[in-house]
């Protein structure tokens, strides 16, 4: 298992001062397509980890269309602020600390900064989630929902998110807390309610293409 490595004083500013430049993705009450586990469909089970069996296929009546490209799964849809995600509920995860990831690419359609694509993490009823992800002004920005609405928590950008066109977005609990890594380098450390519990996998937020390769879901 690859451990992030510490990110610097300088990055953590740089952080902190990108999270007061960012407009969020979406406005406060808006709900997600979907809610719950997808019926199973038949994909390769090393395509996306514990996912694979319940990744969405074609288009659905929520306007979002999925299907496999090569070793990458991706979800489109044309209509802003929508909210897609999937996760393998309980039976598709492992028990204890985990470590997350996932590489995404994000083809945003409308304004590049209202789409993106990464992380689901901490999944309750509510819905209540962390939503981890790059959006199309290649920024990584990490959200909190809540029966309120949506908190933009952290944003990164510039020569830390770098020029590829896929990144890497990675969880790893640590203790009740969570480290944030991006390409493998952990850029930020959070303790906050919901933390180390809940539902894992990945979402997708507003207009676009969302390429999603090699999720993982592990314990040490």
Do not use: C, H
């Not at 994909?43 to 009546?61: I, K, R, Y």
């Not at 039976?91 to 409308?110: C, D, E, I, M, W």
């Amino acid at each position: 298992m690859t451990r992030p490595f510490p990110a610097s004083r300088a990055a953590r500013r740089l952080a902190l001062a990108l999270l007061l430049l960012v407009p969020p993705v979406l406005a406060a009450g808006q709900a997600p397509a979907q809610t719950a586990p997808a019926a199973p469909a038949a994909s390769d089970p090393a395509l996306m980890g514990p996912l694979a069996p319940f990744l969405p296929m074609g288009t659905g009546a929520d306007g979002w269309a999925g299907r496999l490209d090569g070793n990458a799964y991706v979800l489109e849809n044309g209509k802003a602020g929508a909210v897609k995600y999937v996760y393998a509920g309980k039976a598709g995860g492992p028990s204890g600390p985990r470590t997350l990831s996932v590489a995404v690419k994000v083809q945003a359609a409308g304004a590049p900064g209202d789409s993106a694509a990464g992380l689901l993490y901490g999944l309750v009823p509510g819905p209540s989630y962390y939503a981890f992800v790059l959006n199309g002004e290649r920024q990584v920005v990490l959200f909190r929902r809540s029966p309120g609405g949506f908190e933009r928590m952290l944003a990164v950008g510039g020569d830390m998110v770098g020029g590829a066109d896929t990144v890497t977005l990675g969880i790893t609990e640590k203790d009740g807390a969570i480290a944030l890594s991006l390409n493998g380098r952990e850029i930020a450390a959070l303790s906050q309610s919901g933390t180390g519990t809940g539902e894992a996998g990945i979402i997708a937020l507003g207009a676009g293409a969302f390429r999603f390769a090699g999720f993982r879901n592990q314990t040490p």
